[in-house]
């Protein structure tokens, strides 16, 4: 089966940097789109960014574009989300996601808490 493992997670302060990891183990992932979201507190899921496996296309919100880096490691079967310049309105709990590319996320991670103080 497939699964998704996010890392790297903590608490900052507000200007720092953080870089998250996700592993992904259990198929081919040639075919699929990766993608960050985020949930914080008494809101709802939100898209951050996403990267193809193949070609390495990325996609990102308006909100974060400039700050945070989506990459990949093929060869690791890992992506990763850059996040510099961090504010406390990034707090959120963010969620690693995968599937088909052109079709919607069928596979989550467990979550890793991020935590920006002022």
């Known amino acids: 089966q497939v699964h998704l493992v996010e890392s790297g997670g903590g608490l900052v302060q507000a200007g720092d940097s953080l870089r998250l990891s996700c592993q992904a183990s259990g198929r081919t992932f040639s075919d699929f789109r990766m993608a960050w979201f985020r949930q914080a507190p008494g809101k709802e899921r939100e898209f951050v960014a996403a990267?193809?496996?193949?070609?390495?296309?990325?996609y990102y919100t308006t909100f974060v574009k400039g700050r945070f880096t989506i990459s990949k490691d093929n060869a690791k079967n890992t992506v990763y989300l850059q996040m510099n310049s961090l504010k406390p309105e990034d707090t959120a709990v963010y969620y690693c996601?995968?599937?088909?590319?052109?079709?919607?996320?069928?596979?989550w991670g467990q979550g890793t808490q991020v935590t920006v103080s002022s």
């Open positions: 996601a995968g599937g088909l590319e052109n079709t919607g996320y069928d596979y």
């Open positions: 990267i193809n496996w193949s070609g390495g296309t990325t």
